[in-house]
């Protein structure tokens, strides 16, 4: 159900009605459980592909000099001639870059021009915004499980899991000393992926973070990297000052916390970074 070319089939095929009027009231039948799961993330789903298809979702790319805070729109931005992964806002910023590191990696990751484990660009393109969609809604919970793996592990950094594969897909934050198994190939590129991503997350003083998302298609399954990057590290830095205050205060109520966490984000809807991708689209 996050698959492009299978929300495409259903939208074509059944309008919202009649895939929705499928929804009968029999509590008690053995697979109503499993319908209903199926029935809320096939609309939630449905409605974010519409909008998708109506060009409602503009993916933003960040510049890759760590040092940057330039975001901007696919076509605005240059990407590294070789191996396609890098995206840059300016030739003096590639230089930057290639001097701090990228000279050493670029031709390990060109083998991934090639060895994308998923077929298509679109259906790469759509688990992305599906993927910034999901944060978005979930962004309050996530915060909140982010304090707590600060918390808990002070020193360590973390990614973002989105597992589409399992049945109650929950986001989760995992320690980068737990990475996703990734996928062997003979280059080993996504493995310098994931090590490039996590050292340039490391050096983004939070303007960057590591999601990954898995998903499959019934005969495969693939990860996928979706970084996501905001010009500031408002929320990065205050999710840690929050995180750290417990350490000292360990009587520090969970209303508490929510309080603090919403603030942030009302702060940083006021800089409106959190419009940078969808345009005011509402999945309920
Ligand atoms: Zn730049
Ligand atoms: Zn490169």
Redesign the pocket.
Same mark, same amino acid.
């Given at each position: 159900m996050v698959s492009y070319s299978i929300l495409s089939i259903i939208s074509r095929h059944m309008d919202n009605d009649k895939l929705f009027s499928l929804r009968k009231p029999l509590p008690n039948a053995s697979w109503y459980e499993k319908w209903m799961l199926f029935y809320n993330v096939a609309k939630r789903n449905m409605a974010v592909f519409k909008a998708y298809k109506n060009g409602q979702y503009t993916s933003i790319r960040g !510049?890759h000099?760590m040092k !940057?805070r $330039?975001l901007r729109r696919p076509k605005d931005i240059k990407r590294c001639g070789s191996c396609h992964q890098m995206n840059?806002?300016?030739t $003096? !910023?590639q230089s930057v870059d290639w001097k701090e590191g990228h000279r050493d990696i670029c031709h390990r990751l060109r083998p991934l021009r090639l060895e994308y484990d998923h077929p298509t660009l679109r259906e790469r393109s759509f688990i992305t915004a599906l993927a910034h969609h999901e944060h978005e809604a979930s962004i309050l919970d996530l915060c909140l499980k982010k304090i707590s793996f600060m918390h808990t592990h002070p020193d360590e950094a973390y990614y973002i899991l989105f597992d589409y594969t399992s049945t109650h897909s929950v986001p989760l934050i995992r320690s980068v000393q737990q990475p996703p198994r990734l996928r062997t190939s003979p280059s080993n590129a996504m493995l310098a992926q994931w090590e490039d991503q996590v050292n340039r997350a490391a050096h983004s003083e939070g303007r960057m973070e590591l999601l990954v998302v898995v998903f499959g298609d019934g005969k495969s399954t693939y990860r996928r990297m979706v970084p996501l990057r905001s010009p500031t590290s408002i929320i990065q830095t205050g999710l840690r000052r929050i995180a750290d205050s417990l350490q000292a205060d360990v009587e520090h109520s969970k209303v508490d916390i929510r309080k603090e966490v919403e603030n942030l984000l009302a702060r940083r809807r006021e800089l409106g970074e959190h419009a940078l991708e969808w345009e005011g689209v509402q999945t309920e």
């Open positions: !510049c000099n !940057c $330039e840059y806002c300016s $003096e !910023c």
